[in-house]
């Protein structure tokens, strides 16, 4: 399919470890799903996210509507792919709206009027998308945890990009703003575009993404629906775990880890 | 019910809007309230000082020198000018250096003075004055300058080389300048030692920072160099309000963060060297101006850059007014006054930034 994702041969890494993932070929990520990257830690998922992104320097194919997106310039990458990252950093005095309008204005992109009216109506558009009208004028700083992730959500999307990367948007969130940003990626998601996240909690993969990627030792252990590859024996190989893996209603899976497992 | 809740949703869209029209007018206007301060406390600088100079005759003679005696005249223009233009020129250099230096940084703790450039231009001074060092084809006159000019700028190739460092984080950068600025302290020391006392008697004086070795020369000089840095800062505004999101943001948007950090180095390391060369060691004006114009304006860049150059001029004609009214009849070094001004300040950041985090 032309306007799906799909890696080929991808290696990346970090100067000090060249290759956190070798050789990883997964896809076709389509638009309209939501795909997780699970794993232990230092299993490779920001790894592959970020590769995707262009942050890391990275071997391989990543084909999207018949090009490389390895082999594209910063700019049109931006144009077509947005990274949000775990946090936002600490301390900066800028209002919310400011923070999206420097998003909009801060390189060119297609058919953007850059004009200043229409930068802030977009600005508050994306505001409004989110449910976040009200916190327009707060300064950054002031934001609560959960707040901070609906802006930092705000700024993800303002350039409606056909392929958004979360390295997990739910970190550290309570569980009303947990599910306050899924269904936000849902609902993205359910627009057309492609979403790739990255996800610690396993039960939030099963309950909220379509298909799953079990990364382990920077390759991938399984790739599938998550009733369909989720199995007590891919936990004991890749988490070290025994769990029981149980489907609740609707054919939806839940992961009830007991204990570690010793072989 | 529901039909209710989209007015006054759209009513809370249309509330903010406006409001957000209002905080960009209100920064516009604070710009503007800004360069009068700046240019009244200019007109200060120039009035005070040993046979103080009624202000309406300073204004008077700023826009037609005709219209004052020649005495206010020659005081005017002669005698207080130079150090006064100087002043405001070196507040918006170091101010400018030091915004661009915290963004570049994601510390509100940066300074071209906390990073070791100012210690390096003191060291380069030192070696000249002391080791009598000479760079062929420079006039005598220019070498002590020149020589500081080049230690500055070979302090941020340095810091710049280990930004590029992998691994190294932005908070390793801050104590690395820190380091900096002890070995050039430690140099400088080694420099004293060995000195002659005539030798020794200059680079101490010259260590203190002060508005007096300024000329027309160098004025213009600093003039020019601010002239042409100026416009290139300002056009990042964008690219730098966007790094204030996080590094991985900003490149997610198309921004080549390492070319935007290697040119903001560069021109933070022509401003600070260039300023520190004539004047000295002034402190914490890069840090100072910065802070109050984040206070005002906030930190987007468009608001914020130009309001720090606008305190850093402003803060350091008050400085130079202290430096000339706190004992009377005496004039002190302009960088004891900014160093006892900034030294509270600095605390207070370092205080605020560890209970945050």
């Known amino acids: 399919m032309e306007n799906a994702l799909h890696i080929q041969q991808l290696s990346a890494g970090y100067p000090r470890h060249p290759e956190v993932i070798k050789y990883i070929s997964v896809g076709p990520f389509v638009p309209g799903k939501v795909t997780a990257l699970v794993g232990p830690n230092a299993a490779g998922k920001s790894t592959l996210l970020r590769s995707i992104a262009g942050l890391i320097p990275a071997k391989g194919i990543i084909q999207y509507n018949n090009e490389n997106i390895l082999q594209l310039s910063l700019q049109r990458k931006a144009g077509i792919i ?70 930092s959500f705000a700024q993800s999307i303002i350039r409606h990009p056909k392929i958004l990367l979360l390295d997990e948007p739910t970190s550290a969130l309570d569980l009303q703003h947990q599910v306050a940003v899924m269904q936000l990626v849902r609902n993205y998601a359910a627009a057309g575009n492609i979403v790739v996240m990255v996800l610690h909690d396993i039960n939030l993969a099963t309950r909220w993404a379509d298909d799953i990627v079990v990364l382990h030792k920077g390759q991938i252990a399984a790739y599938g629906s998550p009733a369909a590859i989720l199995t007590p024996e891919l936990f004991k ?15 939806m899976v839940q992961v009830h880890v007991e204990s570690l497992y010793n072989h | 019910m529901i039909q209710q809740t989209n007015i006054s949703h759209s009513e809370v869209r249309k509330l903010a809007e406006l409001s957000f029209d209002r905080l ?42 005709n219209a004052v005696e020649d005495g206010t005249h020659v005081i005017m223009w002669k005698i207080r000018m130079p150090s006064a233009v100087m002043a405001v020129l070196v507040g918006m250099a170091l101010s400018l250096a030091g915004a661009e230096m915290q963004t570049i940084l994601n510390n509100p703790l940066a300074s071209p003075f906390t990073l070791g450039v100012s210690g390096a231009a003191t060291l380069g001074a030192a070696l000249a004055i002391v080791l009598g060092i000479s760079i062929p084809g420079i006039n005598r006159n220019w070498i002590v300058s020149v020589n500081a000019f080049v ?68 004025v213009q000089l600093l003039a020019i160099v601010l002239a042409v840095i ?6 990042t505004s964008w690219k730098m309000t966007a790094l204030r999101l996080g590094e991985d943001r900003a490149a997610g948007f198309g921004i080549n963060v390492s070319r935007l950090r290697f040119a903001s180095l560069f021109r933070i390391s022509i401003l600070a060297a260039t300023a520190v060369a004539f004047v000295g060691t002034i402190g914490f004006i890069g840090l100072v101006g910065p802070h109050i114009a984040r206070m005002l304006v906030g930190e987007d860049h468009r608001y914020w850059f130009p309001a720090s150059i606008l305190t850093g001029a402003v803060v350091m004609s008050l ?39």
Not at chain 1, 237 to 251: F, L, M, Q
């Open chain 1, 82 to 151: 947005s990274y949000m990252p775990q946090y936002l950093p600490q301390d900066v005095e800028l209002t919310v709206v400011e923070s999206l309008i420097s998003v909009l204005k801060v390189s060119a992109f297609d058919q953007l009027n850059s004009k200043m009216a229409s930068v802030r109506t977009k600005a508050f558009d994306a505001l409004e998308q989110v449910g976040i009208v009200q916190l327009a004028l707060e300064p950054l700083n002031h934001l609560s945890g959960g707040q901070r992730q609906l802006v």
């Open chain 1, 237 to 251: 190989t890749v988490y070290k775990v025994n769990t029981v893996v149980e489907t609740v209603h609707n054919g």
């Open chain 2, 24 to 65: 960009q007018k209100k920064r516009g206007l604070i710009l503007i309230i800004l360069a009068l301060i700046a240019l009244l406390s200019f007109c200060f600088d120039i009035a005070l000082g040993p046979s103080s100079l009624p202000i309406k005759d300073v204004i008077l003679g700023l826009f037609n020198s």
């Open chain 2, 151 to 218: 230690f500055a700028f070979g302090s941020v190739l340095l810091l710049q080389a280990l930004a590029k460092w992998r691994g190294a984080s932005v908070n390793v950068l801050v104590l690395f300048g820190i380091a900096l600025v002890f070995t050039f302290n430690a140099l400088v020391a080694l420099m004293h030692y060995i000195a002659t006392p005539e030798a020794l008697q200059q680079v101490v004086f010259w260590s203190m920072g002060s508005l007096g070795r300024s000329n027309w020369e160098k």
């Open chain 2, 230 to 235: 100026i416009p290139f800062s300002l056009a």
């Open chain 2, 319 to 357: 400085a130079s007014i202290a430096s000339k009214m706190l004992i009377p009849g005496v004039l002190l070094p302009v960088g004891i006054v900014t160093a006892l001004v900034g030294v509270p300040v600095f605390i207070y950041l370092i205080v605020k930034k560890g209970r945050r985090s």
